[in-house]
């Protein structure tokens, strides 16, 4: 069973950065699509960026050369690096993994069948 575990939430001022982390059991970042998906209180789940098993990458328009997503296969931990945060990013941000080749719908929420419990990221203006 994967479990993934998120940390590295809390608070920022508006164009501060956070960093993200989410911890992985098992040996299945090398063949896995991982991401990242935030869901601010009544709106959608919306994919922010994702990383396939060969290290191809993908980001929503919107955080585009603000985040990047990393992987440490070694440590079995996937990073999100957060910075020029905006207010309206403020939301609830969950990792996820499946076993899966790289493809657009590793950017999809309901391709991925493990998640972490999430992490909250407030930002302040």
């Known amino acids: 069973q994967v479990q993934l575990v998120e940390s590295g939430g809390g608070s920022a001022q508006a164009g501060g950065s956070l960093r993200l982390s989410c911890a992985g059991s098992?040996?299945?970042?090398?063949?896995?699509?991982m991401a990242w998906f935030r869901q601010a209180p009544g709106k959608e789940r919306e994919g922010v960026a994702a990383i396939g098993g060969d290290g191809a990458t993908s980001y929503a328009d919107s955080v585009k050369g603000r985040f990047t997503i990393s992987k440490d296969n070694a440590k079995n931990t996937l990073y999100l690096q957060m910075n020029s945060l905006k207010p309206e990013e403020t939301a609830m941000y969950y990792c996820?993994?499946?076993?899966?080749?790289?493809?657009?719908?590793?950017?999809?929420?309901?391709?991925?069948?493990?998640w972490g419990q999430g992490t909250q990221v407030t930002v302040s203006s």
């Open positions: 098992g040996y299945f970042y090398r063949s896995y699509c």
């Open positions: 996820a993994g499946v076993q899966t080749r790289w493809s657009p719908a590793c950017f999809r929420w309901d391709t991925y069948n493990y």
